[in-house]
């Protein structure tokens, strides 16, 4: 083993001899691979590579994950982390990753471009219409598209973007929600223990096989659930936590609904959170030990049990207008949500049945294309703002970089670097990840543009995803593969 080698596991084991020596009661037991010893500790997220675990007197450790028993890593997944845990080929297996932090696990990628960019490896016209990013597990990937008037899943190889299968969600003729900005699903499909689900704009999920996409079952958020398409159809990707899939069908009957993974039967709906669905996807929050699923909805930030479905804390978003979009961040005891249409953002501070803000601002008014978090810092695009850098903790605005080819998209993060998508250009640029100042390190336009969304107001809205040194686009039918690590 080399000295590097060696001084990672030195450190694993001075962080477990010190959760060790303070006795946690009432906390998960964590074990060393190598060593074998056990040690009791409260866990609270994944982040990177590495588990976050919070002590009785307080003290936060992070320890390796790939370090940890195959038990352990596989406790993390089932919280919502530990993508590509223990190493091996890195998955995708859902929108944001499986942490929905929407980080790449990938490193020695290229810190800078050369002209004209990355090598292109290859081009898909098969995707048909529709925004859904991929899902990649496997030497797989998982898109949705509308085709023939049919809302479909396919599988793609992912070393050559030829079609593997495809089957159908549900009907999907552009009615039922507004197709003026381009038709088909908005959501990811989302993969788990050899299935994958999906839902489309008018609300049909499925579960298929991701072996040869035969269904299992199917529902739909409005007939089964008394939900309502919201005016831009269904655009959330399902969330898979355990042996249950947790969606949002909105409205009376409860909000938020858990289903059972491999049958579909109803295991609980949320009480006390009647909410219409909005755009955002649900994620995962461990507070004291306690979990719980945090979503977004028009005038409302809210928690439920994720046991009951009992609602346990909600926070008021008085800004929400027209469309409220980017999926939450959760990190050590706080939620942060923003949306655009001149809304903002803020930091909620969640502690027990308990939700206080901690700030609330205008900073960051992103519309669609998501933010990231990374060492205490936000990224993402501000509506009339441009790329923006906002702080965590206080929510100050770091710098901001607009202008042509920069204005408005989507925003990824992998190793060091943020991957960008201008969505009217169809742009891609790179940018360093850092506090102090707006770095470009290169860029290039796709090779080409989808004729589908011709006489629609739609732009490029699938977000990039960076995944075993491949960088993944799309643009309606086009999908595009590009090599990333050099």
């Given at each position: 083993?080399?000295?590097?080698?060696?001084?990672?596991?030195?450190?694993?084991?001075?962080?477990?001899?010190?959760?060790?020596?303070?006795?946690?009661?009432?906390?998960?037991?964590?074990?060393?691979?190598?060593?074998?010893?056990?040690?009791?500790?409260?866990?609270?997220?994944?982040?990177?590579?590495?588990?976050?675990?919070?002590?009785?007197?307080?003290?936060?450790?992070?320890?390796?994950?790939?370090?940890?028993?195959?038990?352990?890593?596989?406790?993390?997944?089932?919280?919502?982390?530990?993508?590509?845990?223990?190493?091996?080929?890195?998955?995708?297996?859902?929108?944001?990753?499986?942490d929905r932090r929407d980080h790449s696990p990938d490193k020695g990628l290229l810190k800078k471009?050369?002209?004209?960019?990355?090598?292109?490896?290859?081009?898909?016209?098969?995707?048909?219409?529709?925004?859904?990013?991929?899902?990649?597990?496997?030497?797989?990937?998982?898109?949705?598209?509308?085709?023939?008037?049919?809302?479909?899943?396919?599988?793609?190889?992912?070393?050559?973007?030829?079609?593997?299968?495809?089957?159908?969600?549900?009907?999907?003729?552009?009615?039922?929600?507004?197709?003026?900005?381009?038709?088909?699903?908005?959501?990811?499909?989302?993969?788990?223990?050899?299935?994958?689900?999906?839902?489309?704009?008018?609300?049909?999920?499925?579960?298929?096989?991701?072996?040869?996409?035969?269904?299992?079952?199917?529902?739909?958020?409005?007939?089964?659930?008394?939900?309502?398409?919201?005016?831009?159809?269904?655009?959330?990707?399902?969330?898979?936590?355990?042996?249950?899939?947790?969606?949002?069908?909105?409205?009376?009957?409860?909000?938020?609904?858990?289903?059972?993974?491999?049958?579909?039967?109803?295991?609980?709906?949320?009480?006390?959170?009647?909410?219409?669905?909005?755009?955002?996807?649900?994620?995962?929050?461990?507070?004291?030990?306690?979990?719980?699923?945090?979503?977004?909805?028009?005038?409302?930030?809210?928690?439920?049990?994720?046991?009951?479905?009992?609602?346990?804390?909600?926070?008021?978003?008085?800004?929400?207008?027209?469309?409220?979009?980017?999926?939450?961040?959760?990190?050590?005891?706080?939620?942060?949500?923003?949306?655009?249409?001149?809304?903002?953002?803020?930091?909620?501070?969640?502690?027990?049945?308990?939700?206080?803000?901690?700030?609330?601002?205008?900073?960051?008014?992103?519309?669609?294309?998501?933010?990231?978090?990374?060492?205490?810092?936000?990224?993402?695009?501000?509506?009339?703002?441009?790329?923006?850098?906002?702080?965590?903790?206080?929510?100050?605005?770091?710098?901001?970089?607009?202008?042509?080819?920069?204005?408005?998209?989507?925003?990824?993060?992998?190793?060091?670097?943020?991957?960008?998508?201008?969505?009217?250009?169809?742009?891609?640029?790179?940018?360093?990840?850092?506090?102090?100042?707006?770095?470009?390190?290169?860029?290039?336009?796709?090779?080409?543009?989808?004729?589908?969304?011709?006489?629609?107001?739609?732009?490029?809205?699938?977000?990039?995803?960076?995944?075993?040194?491949?960088?993944?686009?799309?643009?309606?039918?086009?999908?595009?593969?590009?090599?990333?690590?050099?």
């Open positions: 083993m080399n000295m590097r080698g060696y001084r990672f596991l030195n450190r694993m084991a001075v962080g477990l001899t010190l959760l060790v020596s303070c006795g946690v009661s009432e906390a998960r037991s964590w074990t060393d691979a190598k060593t074998g010893r056990t040690v009791e500790g409260e866990y609270v997220e994944m982040e990177g590579e590495k588990v976050t675990v919070r002590q009785k007197n307080g003290r936060v450790l992070k320890l390796p994950l790939g370090l940890l028993a195959e038990a352990d890593q596989e406790f993390v997944k089932s919280q919502g982390g530990g993508v590509a845990a223990g190493g091996g080929e890195a998955d995708w297996p859902t929108f944001r990753g499986a471009w050369p002209e004209g960019g990355p090598k292109l490896l290859w081009t898909s016209k098969v995707g048909g219409k529709g925004y859904s990013g991929p899902s990649i597990a496997g030497g797989k990937m998982y898109l949705s598209g509308t085709r023939r008037g049919k809302a479909q899943i396919y599988c793609l190889d992912a070393a050559r973007g030829d079609e593997v299968w495809s089957a159908d969600i549900g009907d999907d003729a552009g009615e039922g929600y507004n197709a003026g900005w381009g038709g088909g699903p908005r959501g990811t499909p989302t993969l788990d223990d050899g299935l994958l689900y999906a839902i489309s704009a008018n609300g049909d999920l499925a579960c298929v096989d991701a072996s040869d996409g035969s269904k299992k079952w199917s529902k739909n958020l409005v007939d089964d659930f008394g939900g309502k398409v919201p005016n831009w159809g269904y655009s959330e990707s399902p969330l898979v936590d355990g042996d249950k899939l947790i969606v949002t069908p909105g409205g009376k009957g409860g909000a938020i609904v858990a289903l059972d993974k491999k049958s579909g039967r109803t295991l609980w709906r949320s009480k006390g959170l009647e909410d219409a669905a909005q755009y955002a996807s649900v994620i995962i929050a461990v507070v004291k030990g306690k979990k719980q699923y945090v979503q977004l909805f028009m005038k409302n930030l809210a928690g439920v049990d994720a046991e009951s479905g009992d609602l346990i804390w909600k926070s008021p978003w008085k800004g929400g207008r027209t469309a409220v979009i980017p999926t939450p961040i959760y990190h050590d005891g706080h939620v942060y949500m923003c949306s655009g249409y001149g809304a903002g953002s803020k930091l909620v501070k969640i502690d027990g049945d308990e939700a206080e803000d901690v700030w609330v601002n205008k900073v960051m008014k992103n519309h669609h294309g998501g933010v990231v978090l990374v060492d205490g810092y936000l990224y993402g695009f501000s509506d009339a703002g441009g790329l923006t850098c906002q702080e965590w903790k206080g929510g100050e605005k770091k710098w901001g970089e607009k202008g042509e080819g920069k204005s408005k998209g989507a925003v990824h993060y992998a190793d060091g670097m943020l991957y960008c998508l201008d969505e009217s250009e169809g742009s891609v640029f790179l940018v360093e990840a850092t506090p102090d100042g707006f770095n470009e390190r290169g860029r290039f336009s796709m090779p080409e543009v989808t004729k589908l969304r011709e006489g629609t107001k739609g732009k490029v809205w699938t977000h990039p995803v960076v995944i075993g040194g491949k960088l993944y686009l799309r643009d309606q039918d086009l999908v595009f593969c590009f090599d990333v690590k050099g």
